[in-house]
DNA sequence: CAATAGCCTGTTCAATCGATTAGCCTGCGC
DNA sequence: GCGCAGGCTAATCGATTGAACAGGCTATTG
């Protein structure tokens, strides 16, 4: 097969580029997400970056690698936030660092809804992309935190429930409230991106996970 | 403003049309969850029904009104299903009860995942649509289910936690998994449409909200 | 000081979108 | 048994889509 996805542009890219195409990744992560992967228009993307149409295809092969390139840098973003609440927890017990972590995706999860939004959007369509994100970036997060569960459920510190369905537990519990944040201001009195209501909800799942915020 | 939004169609329908007319809600229903709204194409659409496509506009006004017709078709298979386990359960003790309707309510979103994706799909672009969602469909719902919350939690049958966060809690513990179904027959060794696998998710759900399955 | 390569824009193309129109076929009411 | 309205299709519309192309500006390079 001609498969040829996302080579890197051969091409001897100067600095001065680097600014742009962050402003293109970021325009198209957010609108992606919004709109979905055919909702979004590369018009649009280009004018929230600043730029015009045609510099999309300049920067990236397709409308398939500029998806590629938004969700490469949502992933690494969680990857980066919860590697740094790992280490420095030296000599912290395994139950507290783990509720620290939960807590970290939690206030994650409210802060870059996008992630989530892409993952149930194309968690549907069942294509290529889901493919990549599946293979490139959440089995990685899947294998470590089920093995973080197991460990904890051998010592009681969470229920006693097959692993698989606490992750989606967890992962469905955790952002929902920010996910469907314009629902949640029009149902409650409550706005998903108040600092308060995200420590609020850290401390909800918390205590169902672990008995204790 | 000339707004007309959803009038009925001023023709007098024969049963002959009723069959079709369905067809094309069921093949829209799936469409629009799968692909989202603009993802979708009327022409996919109408394929999938087996009919041409103009057909489509013959039936209802624009592609918006079709949306909002596999939307209602959706919600009103909820209620009918959770009313349905409600009653027939004369004399039998609150959180028993509760705990039944959660469990349909699993249940009902690990067959019917196409419900919380045109959900999630609207909650992010927040436009017209979301209206439609929230004021007519999810609102009740909402407050029903928070009354419910709050007089359990009186009892002491669920954990003292703010009824807004408890329930976008079950809302996403809940259906995740099925939601995310093509990832999750991926990550695991489990099929989310399995009878058992549904089955222990309920379990879970319900012994972390409850205590016990 | 040329010249080359990276960065970016204006213009345009074929494909595909939702919607409209005109018209065919069928079966019910009179 | 005739007319007419409902159910449906074929053909086609203008608009919009992702992408390609040709060319201009600028900074680095030799």
Redesign the pocket.
């Known amino acids: 097969m001609a498969s040829s996805s996302t080579k890197p542009l051969d ?7 680097k600014p ?2 962050d402003r293109i990744v970021r325009a198209a992560t957010d609108l992606f997400s919004e709109r979905s992967f055919d909702g ?5 993307i280009a004018a929230q970056a600043g ?9 990236f ?4 690698e500029l998806w590629q390139a938004a969700v490469d840098s949502l992933f690494e973003r969680l990857n980066k936030t919860l590697d740094e609440r790992t280490t420095g927890l030296r000599g912290v017990d395994e139950v507290t660092s783990a509720k620290l972590r939960v807590r970290e995706f939690v206030t994650f999860s409210a802060r870059n809804p996008q992630l989530h939004r892409i993952i149930m959007q194309e968690s549907k369509a069942d294509g290529p992309r889901m493919d990549y994100l599946v293979d490139r970036h959440v089995r990685p997060i899947y294998e470590r935190t089920v093995a973080l569960f197991e460990a904890l459920a051998r010592r009681g510190a969470v229920p006693d429930i097959p692993s698989a369905h606490l992750y989606y537990i967890l992962t469905g519990a955790g952002p929902t409230m920010f996910v469907l944040a314009p629902e949640c201001r029009r149902l409650t009195s409550l706005d998903p991106s108040d600092d308060a209501v995200i420590e609020a909800h850290a401390d909800a799942v918390c205590l169902l996970l672990f008995g204790s915020p």
Do not use: G
């Not at 091409?11 to 580029?17: Q, W």
């Not at 979004?40 to 649009?44: I, L, P, Q």
């Not at 730029?51 to 920067?59: A, M, R």
């Not at 092969?61 to 398939?64: F, L, N, T, Y």
């Open positions: 091409r001897v890219a100067r600095p001065s580029a742009t195409r979004a228009t590369t018009r649009e730029v015009t149409q045609p510099l999309l295809n300049y920067h092969r397709s409308k398939e």
